[in-house]
């Protein structure tokens, strides 16, 4: 109960946080494409400071690793999984070319990182973060070989230009953190003073700016709430492939999960199964939209499957975690 607690705190602070962003962008207070530097912020700079701080200062152990390495077969069955959802039922709504590509890769792709990476920190400490690093690590990759390759279908791609975009900051993190887990870091820091007083001030410059990212990614959803166009009510009407989309992908593939998980008994931590049900629980990717509207595909489809979904999932996020408390992890 008082893990629910905290979780509900979470959850209102987070919805504080995006309704700031939305009155600060419908009144006019920041202007306009603000969303547009915030997100920018998040990604080069919060989230890269917010993985590797988190990750320098983890004592890794054995069984992290292993764990580890569930995580990410995990994550790479069910995303594609999930892809496999996204084709029969894509194929049942009648959706065509671009607008059944954006549906299958929104399915496969959640926000894992610039939401889930704080939200789980905040709720489980440095290990729920340095847990859901390898979820996020086999996710990207696939978002920038196979999302990629969907969202370009239509007109070619180049596998190449693709694969160069898996050498961001974020991926840069990651890396330097499973570096930093190798050679158990914290073990080398508390044995030489000279290194440890190197590694306390920048700790303590880069985790007060990591901390940031769960403010900013709020802020960010609450300012593309603002700054879009939902319409009228039979305009939401035709959009019932989203909410279609939205059940999936924020309850039922997430519930489906966490049966195949259950059955597997003692052979797996329930920690792990935790992680991998909420990162499988998570709003479609904001980085999807982006993509699209480079590629030429349906970019309007995408954001209307971020906006919707999002906004969703501040009241489905609590059921999946209030279920899987329940159940045990």
């Not at 990750?55 to 995990?74: E, H, N, Q």
């Not at 050498?167 to 990651?174: D, I, L, P, R």
């Not at 901390?211 to 039979?234: R, V």
């Amino acid at each position: 109960m008082q893990q629910m607690g905290i979780i509900i705190n979470q959850i209102a602070v987070m919805t504080l946080l995006a309704f700031i962003g939305w009155l600060a962008g419908k009144t006019g207070y920041l202007p306009e494409k603000s969303g547009m530097y915030v997100s920018r912020i998040v990604i080069r700079i919060t989230a890269p400071a917010l993985i590797v701080s988190t990750m320098a200062s983890y004592s890794f152990t054995p069984r992290t690793i292993t764990d580890g390495i569930w995580i990410g077969v995990c994550a790479f069955v069910f995303i594609l999984f999930s892809y496999v959802v996204g084709m029969v039922t894509s194929g049942l709504l009648k959706l065509k070319d671009a607008a059944a590509n954006i549906y299958k890769a929104h399915l496969m792709f959640g926000n894992v990182g610039y939401l889930a990476l704080p939200l789980f920190k905040s709720i489980f400490g440095e290990k729920g973060l340095v847990y859901a690093v390898f979820f996020v690590i086999v996710h990207d990759t696939l978002v920038w070989t196979m999302g990629v390759y969907l969202l370009n279908k239509h007109k070619g791609s180049r596998w190449k230009e693709n694969l160069k975009h898996l050498f961001n900051a974020n991926m840069v993190s990651f890396a330097l953190g499973l570096f930093f887990a190798l050679i158990n870091l914290q073990n080398f820091v508390n044995g030489n003073a000279g290194v440890k007083l190197i590694y306390n001030t920048l700790f303590n410059t880069l985790n007060p700016l990591g901390n940031t990212t769960l403010a900013l990614i709020m802020l960010f959803i609450g300012l593309t709430l603002a700054e879009s166009s939902m319409g009228s009510i039979s305009g939401l009407i035709k959009k019932y492939p989203t909410f279609i989309l939205a059940f999936f992908k924020l309850l039922l593939i997430p519930c489906i999960a966490f049966v195949v998980l259950f059955t597997l008994g003692k052979e797996l931590d329930p920690f792990v199964r935790v992680i991998v049900v909420l990162e499988l629980a998570m709003p479609c990717a904001t980085i999807i939209p982006a993509l699209a509207a480079q590629y030429g595909s349906d970019h309007n489809f995408a954001a209307d499957n971020v906006i919707i979904t999002t906004i969703f999932s501040m009241i489905t996020l609590p059921l999946v975690l209030y279920f899987l408390n329940a159940m045990g992890g």
